[in-house]
């Protein structure tokens, strides 16, 4: 096995390295079945406290879109009763409401909608049109004006930008 590789592995499996150090340890002191049921109800209470972000991180399907916050709220307040109780019930919380798209969790901040141009169509985004569209846009473009949805210096921007699409 290569370094990256292992290097990689120490990397994923952190907190498992962690916990089985501490177990040799503790064993050091101890005889063999008393450091093996040591062991097992040391595990046991371990996957107990950490349910909830084990259930938020493997269990769902998909992982929850929150599981790094259940599992610090695990990891801080399920000492208590009440924060392990919360964390439980906010990692089997459904994400998506039926018929709703699902939410996208990314920290990046979301884009701006973009506007809605005077026929119809977004702004700033080059919409594929057919020559034949092009008078009938212009006329619909004729009306905004006169109508006074737009101005004189919009409408003429707006049909050189068709007139140069022809």
Do not use: C
Not at 40 to 53: D, E, H, I, Q, S
Not at 65 to 89: D, E, Q
């Amino acid at each position: 096995m290569d370094r990256t590789r292992l290097l990689e592995y120490v990397k994923r499996y952190k907190w498992v390295l962690l916990f089985l150090a501490a177990l040799i340890l503790a064993s050091v002191s101890s005889t063999g079945s008393e450091f093996i049921r040591g062991t097992v109800t040391l595990g046991l209470l371990a996957a107990a406290y950490f349910a909830p972000a084990l259930v938020a991180y493997y269990w769902r399907k998909p992982p929850h879109p929150n599981k790094r916050a259940i599992f610090v709220l695990t990891l801080l307040t399920a000492w208590t009763g009440i924060g392990w109780v919360v964390a439980l019930v906010w990692a089997f919380t459904k994400t998506t409401i039926e018929g709703e798209e699902p939410r996208e969790t990314s920290p990046v901040a979301p884009r701006e909608a973009p506007r809605e141009g005077p026929l119809g169509r977004s702004e700033g985004i080059q919409q594929p049109t057919h020559s034949s569209d092009i008078p009938e846009q212009i006329r619909k473009l004729a009306e905004l004006r006169d109508t006074g949805a737009i101005s004189e210096g919009e409408f003429e921007a707006k049909k050189r930008n068709l007139l140069d699409r022809m």
